[in-house]
């Protein structure tokens, strides 16, 4: 069935890297955008960033921009969030979703995956 | 930078209707969706492009806009909407997004 599947989180310390990846399977990955999205304990939704479905365009909330990558393997059908020098602030549990393609309308998240949790501390 | 406003609470009898809003200058040039999540899961897509439901999603659900205000209403609340609900729209900027405070729902 259609589904994304999260991956990689943990617990890590202040100024460290992490990787998370975001597995896709059910549908044609690459005619769609995948968005991370976070939620930190006990607070609301904050999106953080969206790979396009051809990869041509990235963008990033301020909060990550210049710390964080998103990047995609077509050939994998995944997508990874390069998070570097984490924060305690980046605390959150990490959820990956799938946006619109060229043929559907593109500000919809209709698929997300269960989420992985992020800790950063010392 | 963009901002989405929503009342942090609201409650509503058990079959009754309820209206949430989302207010905030990005709502001029870009359509809200909505999104429903209970404890402990991911969002659900209830309502995309101002006023649509994605397939499966109840009829008592609709949605709507007016210049800088969009609003998602429950008409005939069940126990099973009690949830937080969060709005999403395009910022200012075009290409990225912004989620509201979010507006947690109690059925009575």
């Known amino acids: 069935q259609v589904q994304l599947v999260e991956s990689g989180g943990g617990v890590v310390q202040p100024g460290r890297s992490l990787r998370l990846s975001c597995a896709a399977s059910?549908?044609?990955?690459?005619?769609?955008?995948i968005h991370w999205v976070r939620q930190a304990p006990g607070k609301g939704l904050e999106w953080v960033a969206i790979?396009?479905?051809?990869?041509?365009?990235?963008y990033y909330a301020d909060s990550v921009k210049g710390r964080f990558s998103i990047s995609g393997d077509n050939s994998k059908n995944t997508v990874y969030l390069q998070m570097n020098s984490l924060k305690v602030d980046d605390t959150a549990v990490y959820y990956c979703a799938r946006g619109g393609s060229v043929t559907t309308y593109r500000d919809a998240f209709d698929i997300w995956g269960q989420g992985t949790m992020v800790t950063v501390s010392s | 930078s963009s901002e989405l406003t929503q009342d942090p609470a609201v409650s509503v009898a058990l079959g009754q209707t309820v209206r949430i809003t989302c207010q905030g200058d990005?709502?001029?040039?870009?359509?809200a969706s909505w999104y429903q999540q209970k404890a402990g899961r991911a969002p659900v897509l209830v309502i995309y492009a101002k006023h649509n439901r994605p397939s499966g999603i109840p009829y008592r659900f609709s949605g709507s806009s007016s210049g800088n205000k969009a609003s998602l209403t429950i008409t005939g609340a069940q126990a099973e909407d009690e949830a937080d609900y969060y709005c999403?729209?395009?910022?200012?900027?075009?290409?990225?997004?912004?989620f509201g405070t979010g507006t947690k729902v109690t059925v009575l």
């Open positions: 790979i396009w479905y051809d990869g041509s365009k990235k």
């Open positions: 999403i729209s395009r910022d200012s900027s075009g290409d990225r997004y912004v």
């Open positions: 990005c709502l001029r040039s870009s359509y």
């Open positions: 059910g549908f044609t990955f690459s005619t769609y955008d």
